[in-house]
């Protein structure tokens, strides 16, 4: 899993990657992986801060959404794009 930071720090993307391996965890001669891209971010509207230094003591109770972005995977010479 690769996570990064969005610009505005409220949510991560996320590629996690599956591979093929054979007996001796080794990828497999012929291609036989699959990547998921992920998009975590909090839903909703941010709570509101009512002085300058309570912004740290207001919690965040949004829920988190986990939105698919893209899947991608490749079965011996055949890659295949999923949006």
């Known amino acids: 899993m690769t996570p990064s930071r ?3 720090d409220d949510g991560v993307k996320v590629t996690i990657r599956l591979v093929a391996l ?3 965890e080794t990828e497999l001669a012929s ?3 699959q990547t998921t891209y992920l998009d975590i971010v909090k839903f909703g509207a941010k709570p509101e801060v009512k002085e300058e230094g309570e912004k740290d003591k207001v919690e965040d109770s949004r829920p988190w959404v986990v939105k698919v972005v893209k899947r991608e995977a490749t079965v011996g010479a055949f890659p295949s794009i999923c949006a």
């Open 22 to 24: 054979d007996e001796q």
């Open 31 to 33: 291609p036989n992986e």
């Open 6 to 8: 969005h610009k505005d």
